[in-house]
């Protein structure tokens, strides 16, 4: 490799991987970029596939991150359709899978994550829908305009956007969920509820703590979800989403440390000095949070390349943000800021009016510290909240469930 000649290569033509690219030429560098993508589409934002652009909202064109012409103008090589095979780490290369090879100085994974399938007998059947790509969601558009019942095996926030979806499209809805509530991983129970209850207010019919054994056919053509007491959910389609896995794969295969994702430090850098990982495949130390996590959401993708391109060229930079998401389902829309693990705290605190869904949500840990907060049909609140996370300081529980308190007294306090 030349001295004056030091491609950069990012694998994943994703979110995360366009923003990288696009960051790196912010930043100056002015050297070859390759971005490789098994997709044939260029990179696409993921949100609007369980929200707008599956409801029809949002056109097709408003999803890509960038035009079609952007790549040539910014000089990246971005190569669609083909996925890298392996990583040389002693040569330095990426080989793909058509044979040829690319040359890196520095590499950037953005891989991003796999659907996982179901592992139920029928589980491969063509009325087995999954929510990943944008394929994915061009055939739940079409099901929703001929399906009359729709079965989503899997109650979180993909299962109850799709869900929601569904139902404005006049299909009649079951989701089926094996804990006793939709999110109560994420949520616990008292925010769970919550989710729960909007649903069924809205037609679904909500059925947790179920198991299921079978999806049934005729035909080869989807009739329903058997569930493990011989019960069958009578369904034209059925939605899985049973959750998502790291793309590991390339990364396990070229000796990089994995741990639940690719495990990066605060500057997103592997346990190879010139290997970095962003998005929804990075396990990263977070220096607020103290310890490492992996988050599945838009935000990461969006905000991490920002970092992994700055420290790819030799700036002392940290990836620090509070973790955010969002969700929109039926009259609902909700931010999420924080993190907090299922089961991590110690009480739940609730401020505004909870049955009209105008409140906001914090989790709390056992010295009373802001574990996260959610915001619910609330707006313009998310810097406080952040802000409440962001300090670690204990705060008065009272004067959190106290509407007359503005936040950001609390934070500054």
């Not at 190879?272 to 962003?278: E, G, K, Q, R, V």
């Amino acid at each position: 490799m030349t001295a004056h000649m030091t491609p950069y290569v990012i694998i994943g033509a994703s979110l995360a991987g366009a923003k990288a690219a696009e960051a790196l030429r912010a930043a100056g560098f002015d050297g070859p970029i390759t971005l490789i993508g098994e997709e044939t589409d260029r990179p696409y934002e993921r949100p609007p596939l369980s929200k707008g652009y599956l409801l029809g909202k949002t056109e097709r064109e408003a999803i890509y991150v960038h035009s079609r012409e952007w790549y040539a103008d910014s000089g990246i090589d971005l190569r669609l359709g083909i996925a890298a095979a392996s990583i040389d780490r002693a040569a330095h290369e990426v080989r793909l899978a058509d044979g040829s090879a690319v040359e890196y100085a520095k590499l950037l994974l953005t891989t991003g994550s796999s659907v996982r399938r179901l592992p139920v007998p029928g589980a491969d059947l063509d009325g087995v829908l999954y929510l990943r790509r944008l394929g994915d969601s061009d055939r739940l558009r079409h099901a929703f305009q001929h399906a009359a019942r729709v079965a989503i095996i899997g109650g979180g926030w993909i299962g109850l956007e799709t869900a929601a979806a569904a139902r404005a499209a006049g299909a009649d809805v079951t989701v089926l969920e094996m804990a006793g509530l939709p999110l109560l991983r994420v949520l616990g129970r008292e925010a769970a509820q919550v989710f729960a209850d909007l649903h069924v207010e809205h037609g679904v019919d909500v059925r947790c703590g179920v198991q299921v054994a079978e999806i049934t056919n005729r035909d080869g053509n989807v009739t329903g979800v058997r569930l493990s007491d011989g019960f069958l959910v009578e369904a034209d389609a059925v939605i899985a989403g049973v959750g998502i896995t790291p793309n590991t794969q390339l990364a396990a295969a070229a000796g990089l440390e994995i741990d639940n994702g690719v495990r990066v430090d605060a500057q997103l850098r592997s346990s190879d000095p010139d290997i970095y990982a962003a998005g929804d495949v990075a396990n990263a130390f977070h220096p607020v949070l103290g310890r490492h996590i992996r988050v599945e959401h838009w935000a990461n993708a969006l905000n991490q390349p920002q970092t992994a391109a700055r420290a790819m060229l030799g700036e002392a930079v940290a990836y620090d943000r509070i973790p955010y998401f969002f969700t929109d389902q039926y009259d609902l829309g909700m931010e999420y800021s924080g993190y907090v693990e299922p089961g991590g705290y110690n009480r739940v605190i609730f401020r505004g009016d909870v049955q009209a869904r105008e409140f906001i949500t914090f989790w709390l840990s056992d010295d009373g510290r802001v574990l996260a907060g959610m915001n619910v049909n609330v707006w313009d609140v998310t810097d406080p909240i952040q802000a409440l996370v962001r300090g670690g300081q204990a705060v008065d529980a009272r004067a959190l469930a106290d509407p007359g308190t503005p936040l950001a007294a609390l934070a500054s306090a």
